[in-house]
């Protein structure tokens, strides 16, 4: 009994730990419309430095491209436009909005999306330079400085390059080749400035992290960049003309009136468009059924207890720490632990209440010993726990379970068969039945980010860690580290 006790009090314990306070809120969620984020923040007019930038480029996979932007710096946002098409980077709110002008919805991307992304991708590229280096791929240079240039990172910093001053500018030499030119100054810059353009280039242009310091460093807009750019089995060759350097006084550019694509998303008759269209309902407190209290959970586990309902009882007691897990810690804690953990111990002495508990052990711990093919047959067949309260965490229990098994491909066939091929659908089916809390959407971010996508990863944190209110005692506080230390290890992106 002890040991049962220890054992349901660490579901609850394992996600109490604290968390950082820098980066952990959502200030502009990403299904508010341009009105809410207007109002979230200041409106104030502010100095700008605007210049047009045209970009040519030639040797690329796609010929010869060229196009022209307009770019705006200020103090708490950056802008760009080009043919009608806004990219906003607000630096108050830590969000990336796109729009265009002929269209009534807007886009909002956390803005730690893009660095996280990079940093992978750039791990993904080290790999792979050493595959094509042990397969003596001739027509590739794995020198590192190249995906480091093209993506905008580094993992250490080092200055790969040699600079040299000549007569209107700079060159950077990677050996014996020339990879990138600054020429002229478009204009003298202040600090503020020179900082804001660094930011400008790291999440907008393709060049390497040591010339930007420099930029940075710096006291001057160039009036013109050349840069290098090599891929695997490609080369090309990009010019920035920048002119009409001015400073102008404007307040944030976007527009009121605008809707979230999120609205529009959540129509798609998939799984993924009924899962979001559920936690949207969350959000905006329509979702149909509501969100059952913790005692109206106790109440029902007490029930289904007394008729001999064991897995509905472990089903309910799950729902209870997922969803309200600081009621075992907090002021009634002794109280509620005193009623659960009875109910509990009874529930897992049945055998099937036994599997479902001992499933989820084996998909939180890579390490636990067990059967772990064994334990997804079971969630696979368990289809009689749909029809129960918070049933479809078997869904959430599989992928979990998936995700961490090696050998999880090998698995029969027919339990792959049995569940939804891709891993995310499992997270949103689940979340289309219960939306309410945060450790779900951490989940499914988690499987989005192992994916390369994050966009829909930070989709997941944010969705999650809005409709959670108590989502910093659950798995996602965890996260708010993780965004810290980007903006640590990549201040130019902030």
């Known amino acids: 009994m002890r040991s049962l006790t220890r054992l349901a009090a660490a579901v609850v314990a394992a996600s109490s730990f604290a968390w950082p306070t820098w980066a952990a809120d959502v200030l502009a969620p990403p299904h508010w419309s341009s009105d809410q984020v207007r109002a979230a923040r200041s409106l104030n007019p502010e100095l700008a430095l605007v210049f047009d930038i045209r970009t040519e480029e030639t040797g690329g996979p796609r010929g010869k491209q060229v196009k022209s932007t307009t770019v705006a710096l200020a103090p708490t946002f950056t802008h760009v436009v080009e043919a009608g098409a806004h990219t906003l980077l ?18 909002s991307f956390s803005c730690y999306a893009l660095p996280a992304f990079l940093g992978l991708e750039l791990q ?28 905008g990172v580094q993992d250490e910093v080092k200055d790969r390059l040699q600079r040299r001053q000549v007569p209107d500018g700079a060159e950077y030499r990677l050996g014996n080749e020339v990879v990138v030119k600054v020429q002229g100054v478009a204009t003298s810059l202040s600090g503020d400035e020179s900082r804001a353009l660094a ?3 790291a999440n907008s242009q393709t060049l390497h992290p040591q010339v930007r310091r420099d930029l940075k460093s710096g006291s001057a807009l160039p009036a013109r960049l050349e840069i290098e750019i090599r891929m695997v089995g490609t080369a090309a060759h990009k010019t920035l003309t920048i002119t009409n350097a001015r400073r102008i006084e404007m307040s944030l550019p976007l527009p009121g009136g605008l809707t979230s694509d999120l609205y529009e998303r959540a129509k798609a008759e998939t799984v993924f468009g009924r899962g979001l269209r559920q936690a949207l309902a969350g959000i ?30 472990m089903l309910l007691f799950l729902a209870m720490t997922q969803q309200y897990g600081g009621e075992f810690s907090g002021p009634r804690g002794q109280t509620v632990r005193s ?6 111990t009874k529930a897992k002495a049945d055998a099937a209440a036994n599997m479902l508990w001992d499933s989820g052990g ?4 890579a390490q636990a010993p067990g059967d772990r093919e064994a334990a997804a047959r079971f969630l696979a067949n368990a289809t009689d726990l749909d029809r129960m309260t918070f049933g479809t965490f078997r869904y959430v229990t599989y992928a979990n379970l998936f995700r961490m098994t090696s050998q999880a491909g090998k698995w029969d066939a027919a339990i792959r068969n ?14 289309a039945a219960y939306p309410w ?29 809005t409709i959670d209110p108590d989502w910093r005692g659950g798995v996602l506080s965890g996260l708010a580290a993780y965004e810290d230390q980007l903006r640590l290890g990549e201040p130019d992106f902030f």
Request: hydrophobic share 40%; aromatic share 14%.
């Open 362 to 365: 084996l998909a939180g711990d």
């Open 199 to 201: 930011r400008y280039f």
């Open 284 to 313: 905006d407190g329509k979702a149909k059924p509501e969100k059952p209290t913790f005692d109206a959970l106790l109440a029902s586990m007490k029930d289904a207890s007394s008729e001999g309902r064991s897995s509905d009882v």
């Open 339 to 344: 009623q659960v953990i009875p109910l509990f």
């Open 437 to 465: 809390a945060g450790n779900v959407y951490k989940d499914v971010g988690d499987t989005y980010y192992a994916g390369y996508d994050p966009m829909n990863a930070w989709l997941a944190f944010d969705l999650g860690r």
């Open 124 to 151: 993904n590229r080290r790999y792979l330079a050493q595959v094509l280096t042990a397969a003596k791929a001739s027509e590739v240079d794995a020198n590192p400085y190249w995906p480091e240039a093209e993506l």
């Open 418 to 431: 049995a569940m939804p091929v891709d891993i995310v659908d499992n997270y949103w089916m689940h979340i």
């Open 90 to 107: 607000d630096h108050a709110l830590c969000r990336v909005f796109t729009w265009s002008d002929d269209k009534p919805i807007f886009q």
